[in-house]
């Protein structure tokens, strides 16, 4: 491999002289370009380091000032055919400049200051500094990228830096010129966030960036951006895709994503004492699955099929290509039929595929996947007896792994402090300081896919859980929660305001009921925002906001909210901080600020919730429901 940053060409000798290496560079002529091969480059000493969220526009409004913008100057030194179809395109271009069209459009053809990156022959020159034209492309909803008029180039370092500029601005580039090689083409699809047409074409133009609607528009923009995020936003960003191009084509998995270590807080030759006997809490009696020796959720089960046959998806919608995962939420259904014929294991069909309620039931999780447990995660701060009290309720619960118990507290547990045996390990884990976000660390200690993130002082009967661990295994990318709230338009302030009261509509579950998959945790703490988690850390307040909009964002999809329940609390557990209004008004802040960090709001509404299949329904005395109250 031979990366070649250096700003000008080396001529058509250049295949001669690095044999069979493959070069990676910005400047590419068809003479010496191997296509498939070799790689284009953004020009790396012209790309910057700043966070896209600190450099990037919002991607709303939908549409900008400018419908269409080009700023550059051509520097032709050449006549031939090409150049006589380019000036046609020139004139064109200045057709659709003259005004009598509502649009706007910021067509210059001329440099009216320096030419701060001067274009080879047929090449068009960069007018000003990368600040004005900023200013013009953070106003332009499309943007206009020229081919070259010698037909022997196919990238430039000109061009290559006008894609980026527009890439950065949120603009979406529209490329003149069938002989255009793009960065990284043979895995980002291009065609997903930029319009790319034969020069010939240009009479269409204007009508076809006017039929786009503005859903289709939006999706555009939002994939410009992630692909900018993801494969082009620094130098270090570049090499690292660069270097994923070449895992891929040898077909080598991506290096895996760290776990957080899961140190106890009690020492290794302490042994916390037990209760002598469980608080008198009383459950509905009702068997609602069986009581299992935890097990983990394989991990690592597709390095290679990933690699091999979801590359596609991999690189441009799931963003993940350059990270290998042990889970995540979208490994693939087999067909039904399969369980019964070679395919069973790990599968726990109800009744052994005949179906039934009630009983039959709650003797198998059923379903389109393997059998799998949860692992409950609890944060805590300063109140031990609360603490106790909610892992006690835990007895007796089907399906649960583990509990881990995130210890907030600045000081450990005392020593003669009791904890309940519930069946399952309680892995109190030690943290290095009292974060709200240490409630998504993606702790080495949960070995389950499915995570139910609870409070303290969180009260959730048996039932609920197990409905609600039902209802996330069908719907594994998303939140699945009990508390709904939503976030409303404050037309006066042109803002978001938090609402918390009964509605029709809701956007967010809180995270402090709710099942996710533990992919998420991953997300939120090593690619989400980092201004994100540090608000998490100045207000103390907002993490299962910060949760809720990663997930939407990376789905585009709600959540979904299970049972008739709004709020979670135990009676007589103390007044919670939420009731405050400055917790209200701090939680305003944070969605306005997510909205910026992202470049847009996430959120998304939904009007239904879950309940179970026979809820209400009526069925003969011999027979069982589902459940008994959901």
Not at 256 to 279: E, G, M, Q
Not at 487 to 506: G, K, P, R
């Amino acid at each position: 491999l031979i990366p070649d940053f250096s700003y000008e060409n080396k001529g058509p000798n250049q295949l001669e002289k690095h044999g069979r290496a493959i070069v990676a560079q910005s400047e590419a002529r068809i003479s010496s370009f191997r296509p498939g091969y070799d790689l284009i480059l953004p020009p790396l000493d012209k790309v910057g380091d700043e966070p896209v969220w600190q450099v990037a526009p919002s991607l709303v409004p939908i549409t900008r000032k400018y419908l269409l913008s080009f700023y550059g100057e051509w520097n032709q030194q050449t006549q031939d055919s090409d150049s006589t179809l380019l000036k046609s395109v020139i004139e064109k271009l200045q057709q659709m400049d003259d005004g009598k069209t509502k649009d706007k459009l910021y067509i210059k053809l001329k440099c009216e200051g320096k030419k701060e990156v001067v274009a080879a022959a047929g090449d068009w020159h960069l007018c000003d500094s990368v600040e004005e034209r900023k200013k013009i492309l953070d106003e332009s909803t499309y943007s206009l990228i020229l081919a070259p008029s010698d037909p022997m180039i196919i990238s430039s370092s000109a061009l290559q830096q006008r894609l980026y500029e527009v890439l950065r601005s949120g603009a979406i580039p529209v490329i003149l010129g069938s002989r255009v090689q793009l960065p990284f083409a043979e895995l980002v699809d291009w065609t997903r966030f930029s319009i790319q047409l034969p020069l010939h074409r240009v009479t269409e133009l204007h009508f076809l960036i006017r039929s786009i609607s503005h859903s289709d528009l939006f999706k555009m923009k939002r994939q410009g951006r992630l692909v900018y995020e993801n494969y082009f936003s620094s130098p270090q960003v570049i090499l690292r895709t660069l270097f994923g191009v070449l895992q891929s084509r040898l077909t080598i998995p991506a290096d895996s994503v760290r776990d957080t270590p899961s140190p106890s807080i009690f020492n290794a030759s302490f042994t916390p004492l037990l209760l002598d006997f469980l608080p008198n809490e009383s459950e509905p009696e009702e068997v609602l699955g069986p009581l299992e020796t935890p097990f983990p959720s394989p991990s690592y089960k597709r390095n290679f099929s990933s690699v091999l046959g979801e590359r596609t998806e991999s690189w441009n919608t799931r963003f993940h290509a350059l990270r290998l995962y042990g889970n995540t939420p979208w490994e693939h259904v087999i067909p039904t039929e399969a369980k019964f014929l070679g395919s069973r294991m790990g599968f726990r069909p109800i009744c052994d595929g005949e179906g039934g309620s009630g009983k039959e039931f709650s003797a198998a999780l059923g379903g389109n996947h393997p059998q799998e447990q949860f692992t409950v995660v609890m944060l805590t701060y300063e109140r031990e007896a609360v603490l106790i009290t909610s892992l006690s309720r835990l007895y007796g619960l089907p399906y649960l792994n583990k509990v881990i118990v995130v210890w907030n507290s600045p000081t450990p547990p005392a020593e003669d402090l009791r904890w309940p045996d519930i069946g399952v390990p309680i892995h109190v884990v030690k943290v290095d300081k009292n974060s709200l976000n240490n409630r998504f660390l993606p702790f080495s200690a949960i070995e389950t896919e499915a995570v139910l993130s609870v409070d303290d002082d969180s009260h959730l009967r048996h039932d609920e859980i197990i409905f609600g661990f039902r209802v996330w295994r069908e719907h594994r990318d998303r939140l699945v929660g009990f508390p709904g709230r939503f976030h409303a338009w404050d037309s006066n302030h042109t803002s978001w305001n938090y609402n918390s009261n009964y509605s029709c509509e809701l956007s967010m579950v809180l995270t402090g009921a709710a099942f996710y998959h533990k992919y998420y945790n991953y997300l939120y703490t090593h690619e989400m925002p980092e201004p994100i988690r540090l608000m998490v850390d100045e207000l103390m307040n907002c993490e299962d906001l910060a949760m809720n909009f990663l997930i939407s964002h990376v789905t585009r999809q709600p959540p979904v909210k299970v049972t008739s329940r709004w709020t979670f609390r135990c009676p007589g557990c103390p007044v919670s901080l939420s009731e405050d209004d400055s917790h209200f008004q701090e939680r305003h802040r944070c969605i306005n600020e997510f909205s910026r960090l992202y470049g847009y709001n996430p959120l998304l509404y939904t009007q239904y919730r879950a309940d179970s299949v026979l809820f209400k329904t009526r069925i003969p005395p011999d027979k069982q429901k589902c459940f008994k109250f959901i």
